[in-house]
T-cell receptor, first 112, second 114 residues
Framework: DQQVKQNSPSLSVQEGRISILNCDYTNSMFDYFLWYKKYPAEGPTFLIS?????DKNEDGRFTVFLNKSAKHLSLHIVPSQPGDSAVYFCAASAPSGSRLTFGEGTQLTVNP | NAGVTQTPKFQVLKTGQSMTLQCAQDMNHEYMSWYRQDPGMGLRLIHYSVGAGITDQGEVPNGYNVSRSTTEDFPLRLLSAAPSQTSVYFC?????????????FGEGSRLTVL
C-alpha cells in the first residue's frame, strides 16, 4: 500500500523555466511533509518542508504547496537551473510518528 | 564535521553469506535508521532506533538485524544474504527522538548479492 505516490518518474525542463514536481498521499493522518533531493552516489538531502496547518512554504527558488482536501502537494522550482538536476523524493509523517514514508522519486533534468 | 558515515560504500556477497553495514554519526543524534532504496519503490524503512539500547522494526525488517549499543553507532547486519537484498542502503539520523522530521543521510552503501 503506497501511501505516498509520485506518479511521474521523470521530468525534463529548460533552464530558466519552472519545474513542478507532484506528490499525492492517501493517509489523512499525515501532518508534516518534506522534500528531499538526491544526486547520484550521494545520500538524500533535506530541501524544504511544510506543516499541514499551512498551504504554502517558500525558500528562495523553492516553494512547496499543500492541498489537504486533494491530498496533494507540489514542489515548484523557479527558475530551474542545471544544478537542480537530481532525483526528488517527497515524504510524509503522522503526528508522533517515528518514521517518514517516502514516495518513489522523480528524476528532474534541467537542460541548459 | 563528518555527519553520517557509512562503510563500506560497495560490497558484493554470495547468497548465504553474512555481513554488517556500519553507520556512525557524530552529531549526537538520538534517532538513527536504515533505509533501502530500490528502483521504482523509493526509500523503505528497515529498522530504527530512538536511543541507545532501543530498536524497532520498520516497513521491511525481514533478513536484517540491528543493535544500538552507543549513541554514535547503528550497524545493520544481514544474517544470510539473498539476491532480493541487492539494493542501496542508507543510514539516516535525526536530532529529534522520532524520525518524522528532517533526516540526515549518509552517502549510501551499494550491496550486490549474487
Amino acid at each position: 500500500d503506497q501511501q505516498v505516490k509520485q506518479n511521474s518518474p521523470s521530468l525534463s525542463v529548460q533552464e530558466g523555466r519552472i519545474s513542478i514536481l507532484n506528490c499525492d498521499y492517501t493517509n489523512s493522518m499525515f501532518d508534516y511533509f518534506l522534500w528531499y533531493k538526491k544526486y547520484p552516489a550521494e545520500g538524500p538531502t533535506f530541501l524544504i518542508s511544510i506543516s499541514s496547518i499551512k498551504d504554502k512554504n517558500e525558500d528562495g527558488r523553492f516553494t512547496v504547496f499543500l492541498n489537504k482536501s486533494a491530498k496533494h502537494l507540489s514542489l515548484h522550482i523557479v527558475p530551474s537551473q542545471p544544478g537542480d538536476s537530481a532525483v526528488y523524493f517527497c515524504a510524509a509523517s503522522a503526528p508522533s510518528g517515528s518514521r517518514l514514508t517516502f514516495g518513489e522519486g522523480t528524476q528532474l533534468t534541467v537542460n541548459p | 564535521n563528518a555527519g553520517v558515515t557509512q562503510t563500506p560504500k560497495f560490497q558484493v556477497l554470495k547468497t548465504g553469506q553474512s555481513m554488517t553495514l556500519q553507520c556512525a554519526q557524530d552529531m549526537n543524534h538520538e534517532y538513527m535508521s536504515w533505509y533501502r532504496q530500490d528502483p521504482g519503490m523509493g526509500l523503505r524503512l528497515i529498522h530504527y532506533s530512538v536511543g541507545a539500547g532501543i530498536t524497532d522494526q520498520g516497513e521491511v525488517p525481514n533478513g536484517y538485524n540491528v543493535s544500538r549499543s552507543t549513541t554514535e553507532d547503528f550497524p545493520l547486519r544481514l544474517l544470510s544474504a539473498a539476491p532480493s537484498q541487492t539494493s542501496v542502503y542508507f543510514c539516516a539520523s535525526s536530532p529529534l527522538r522520532r524520525g518524522s522530521g528532517e533526516l540526515f543521510f549518509g552517502e549510501g552503501s551499494r550491496l550486490t548479492v549474487l
